[in-house]
Structure formats: structure tokens, C-alpha cells
């Protein structure tokens, strides 16, 4: 959903959202914050904040590769694995309802991971940059289809 910074009208807000899908540069991790990360990208004072999950050493590859995926997405504003683009006037990206990386699919992932690990064997908190390539077993749609065929 987008919500408006105080004293920005819905046009800044959406201006902002396509600054923040523009910048360049680095993203520096700020901080951890709960289980999300915090990242900057741009000038200081100013730049773009961006608050994506987090990611754990325990995760099994298939939540990794979506959790990588979904980073990227947040930041870029496109799915690699769906194709689906930020919708800048609502501030959502509408991804195919056979992708990882939506929320549809990726919470119930996440929460069965977190119901077998429970809060206190996670692993170690990777750190990696969002932007960086995702590996590239990332299955695409296509070839989901083509495993589901074949099961
Ligand atoms: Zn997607």
C-alpha cells in the first residue's frame, strides 16, 4: 500500500517511489530490524530507504533463492522470476500467482520455516547485496511449469 510522508500529496509520494527505483549507486546496510534489513542507496543527507527481509543460514535454498528474489524485486520495483513491475500509483507489484516471490506463495514458505526452527535456531544472519546476481538456479515460471509437468 502507499502511504504518503506527511505534507507529501499523492503525486509526491509517487514521485518519491520512482526516485527510490531510479537511484544509483551502492545500498549500505543500515541496521537489522527484526527479521528485515534496512538499506540506504544515494546522497547523504537524502537518498532512498529500503526495508527488505532478511535472510538466514538455516533457510532452505528454495525460500533463499525466493527470499533473493524478492530483495531484488523490492529494490528494483521487477520481478526477475514473473516479470511483474511496481505499479506506482499503488505501490504494488502484482506478481503471477504461480511466483515464489509474492507474497502468496513466499509467506506460507517462510512460516513453515519458521515453525520448524523456531526463534532461536536461524542460523547466522546472512549479509548480501540485494543487487548482487541471484544464483542462478532461480527456476523461472517457465520452468516450474515444466517441473510440475513432469511430477
Ligand atoms: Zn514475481
Known sequence: MLTSAPGHNRADTIATVARCLD???PLVLLARDGNDDLYHRGPV????IYLIPGLWSTMP?????ALRARRRADITGRCDACGAALTLSTGQMAH???C???NDRL???LSAWLRRVGRYARGRRLTEDPLDPI???TPTRQERRDVQQES
Not at 61 to 65: G, K, S, Y
Open 96 to 98: 503471477e500467482s504461480d
Open 61 to 65: 535454498p528454495d525460500l533463499l533463492r
Open 23 to 25: 537511484d544509483d549507486g
Open 100 to 102: 515464489n516471490v509474492g
Open 107 to 109: 509467506r506460507p514458505m
Open 45 to 48: 543527507p537524502g537518498g532512498s
Open 135 to 137: 544464483d542462478q538456479a
